[in-house]
C-alpha cells in the first residue's frame, strides 16, 4: 500500500511569489491535514480537509489556504510569500472514520523563501 | 488539547530499554495519549497510542498510570535507527477531526 505522497520535495521561491503544495492521501483516507515545521516554532497545524471541507483550522493568516478534491487529494497554496514561510510543509492522512485513528505523514516539501 | 510535558533530550545505549516519559495531567477522560517520532528529515511516524490500558506493538509499549496523568513509552531494545525526536500527544479522537498539537518531543539519542 504506497503511503502519503507529497510533491514536489523540495521548492524554492522568491518574496512575493506563490506556491502550491500537493498532497495524495493514502488510497481509502478521507482525512488530510497539513502542518508546517520551522526551528524556531516546531509542528504547527495548518488545517484539515475531510470530503472536500475544511473542519479545523490552525492559527496562521488567510495567505494560507488549501482544498481538497474528490479523490481525497489535498493542495495547499500559501500567496505573497516572506521569508519567514520557509519551512518543512508536511501533509498527514488518517482513516477518520470514528474512534482513534492514527495519521500518517508524508515526507513533507522543503520550501526556501529568498 | 490537554498539554504534555516531555525532557527535552535523553540518550540511550543501544541494545538496552529506553523510556521515555510524558506527563499529561490535565488530560480529560475521552483525550487518548498518542506517540509519534521524526527522525531528521522525514515526516513524523506513528508509534502507539492508548486511552487507559497498556499498549504493545511491534514498535513498542506504552504504558499509561492508573490516574492517566501521565505515561511511559518503552522502546524495549534501542538501536541506532531509534534516533529521532518522540513527541507525546494527548488528543479528543472524534469522527470530526484529527488535528495534532506537537509540543517540543524528546530528542533521543541512541548510542553504540
Known amino acids: 500500500k504506497a503511503g502519503v505522497t507529497q510533491t514536489p520535495r523540495y521548492l524554492i521561491k522568491t518574496r512575493g511569489q506563490q506556491v502550491t503544495l500537493s498532497c495524495s492521501p493514502i488510497s481509502g483516507h478521507r482525512s488530510v491535514s497539513w502542518y508546517q515545521q520551522t526551528p524556531g516554532q516546531g509542528l504547527q497545524f495548518l488545517f484539515e480537509y475531510f470530503s472536500e471541507t475544511q473542519r479545523n483550522k490552525g492559527n496562521f493568516p488567510g495567505r494560507f489556504s488549501g482544498r481538497q478534491f474528490s479523490n481525497s487529494r489535498s493542495e495547499m497554496n500559501v500567496s505573497t510569500l516572506e521569508l519567514g514561510d520557509s519551512a518543512l510543509y508536511l501533509c498527514a492522512s488518517s482513516l477518520a472514520q470514528g474512534g482513534s485513528t492514527e495519521a500518517f505523514f508524508g515526507q513533507g516539501t522543503r520550501l526556501t523563501v529568498v | 488539547d490537554a498539554k504534555t510535558t516531555q525532557p527535552t533530550s535523553m540518550d540511550c545505549a543501544e541494545g538496552r530499554a529506553a523510556n521515555l516519559p510524558c506527563n499529561h495531567s490535565?488530560?480529560?477522560?475521552?483525550?487518548?495519549v498518542y506517540w509519534y517520532r521524526q527522525i531528521h528529515s522525514q515526516g513524523p511516524q506513528y508509534i502507539i497510542h492508548?486511552?487507559?490500558n497498556n499498549e504493545t506493538n511491534e514498535m513498542a509499549s506504552l504504558i499509561i498510570t492508573e490516574d492517566r496523568k501521565s505515561s511511559t513509552l518503552i522502546l524495549p531494545h534501542a538501536t541506532l535507527r531509534d534516533t529521532a525526536v518522540y513527541y507525546c500527544?494527548?488528543?479528543?479522537?472524534?469522527?470530526?477531526?484529527?488535528?495534532?498539537?506537537f509540543g517540543g518531543g524528546t530528542r533521543v539519542l541512541v548510542k553504540p
Open positions: 500527544i494527548v488528543r479528543v479522537s472524534r469522527a470530526a477531526g484529527n488535528k495534532l498539537t
Open positions: 490535565t488530560i480529560s477522560g475521552n483525550e487518548y
Open positions: 492508548g486511552l487507559k
